[in-house]
């Protein structure tokens, strides 16, 4: 997406999926009209609820569940799954927060006009987001 002149794109980070959700609700109530979240991760991404769901009984890999590594066939890619599998993410053993970037893995991005930045600015950081 190309910004119009008098545009701006601010990029908010935030700890937690439901705080993620939770800011970009507000904003579209409060009329933002482009507002995307999304997970950042240092691996490629692919979250399927049906296949990696432990609630339903569906966790196919740990790799699903912790690195959102779903759609990644269990028969044919087992050695992307096995170093995937390896990483400290995955295992527990690693630190709190390894391998997340500044440990806020969740991705809030709004377009809006330059005269109204500043509302957007106060919505994301009363719902936890960093700018």
């Known amino acids: 997406m190309q910004l119009s002149p008098g545009e701006r794109s601010l990029l908010a980070y935030f700890p937690s999926i439901n705080a993620a959700r939770a800011a970009a609700d507000e904003l579209k109530s409060a009329g933002f009209e482009h507002v995307q979240v999304d997970r950042v991760s240092r691996f490629g991404l692919n ?11 569906r966790a196919e890999t740990i790799t699903g569940l912790t690195l959102y590594s779903a759609g990644t066939d269990s028969l044919i890619d087992s ?23 500044g440990g806020k893995a969740f991705l809030v991005t709004v377009v809006t006009k330059n005269e109204f930045a500043g509302r957007a600015e106060e919505i994301i950081k009363k719902n936890g987001g960093t700018l």
């Open 47 to 57: 979250n399927d609820a049906e296949i990696n769901n432990p609630i339903m009984g």
């Open 79 to 101: 050695d992307t799954r096995v170093l995937k599998a390896a990483d400290p993410s995955v295992s527990g053993y690693g630190d709190h927060n390894y391998g997340i970037a």
